[in-house]
């Protein structure tokens, strides 16, 4: 059974970084085929996918966002991280971290096998 856990700050001020962690258990981000992803839902909207990394290692951002996003990994600990620059409060929401297998088809909310919990961030001064 694969689990994910999101991990960091629940309150981000405006311009700052929001940095978020996924630990997965059960099962590796290496493992071939498989996507891991960043999704948000900000209050009173529908979900929104952010970016996603590969097993293999590459990356795939949401247009709208790839200007302040990056998503990396750390093998070792079987992690992966979302850093998305310069926060407003538009980017309040609950954010999400997800595996799905290829092919690819991120906005196919019902295509993503095991979720997180999810975790709430808000961006306030």
């Known amino acids: 059974q694969v689990q994910l856990q999101e991990s960091g700050p629940g309150l981000v001020k405006p311009s700052q970084t929001l940095s978020l962690t996924c630990t997965v258990s059960?099962?590796?981000?290496?493992?071939?085929?498989?996507?891991w992803s960043w999704i948000r839902q900000p209050p009173g909207k529908g979900l929104e996918w952010i970016g996603a990394i590969y097993y293999e290692g590459s990356s795939y951002y949401n247009p709208a966002l790839k200007n302040r996003t990056s998503i990396s990994r750390d093998t070792s600990k079987n992690q992966f991280s979302l850093q998305l620059n310069s926060v407003t409060p538009e980017d309040t929401a609950v954010y999400y971290c997800?595996?799905?297998?290829?092919?690819?088809?991120?906005?196919?909310?019902?295509?993503?096998?095991?979720w997180g919990q999810g975790t709430q961030v808000t961006v306030s001064s």
């Open positions: 059960g099962g590796s981000i290496t493992t071939s085929y498989y996507y």
């Open positions: 997800a595996r799905r297998r290829w092919p690819p088809g991120f906005s196919d909310f019902g295509e993503y096998d095991y």
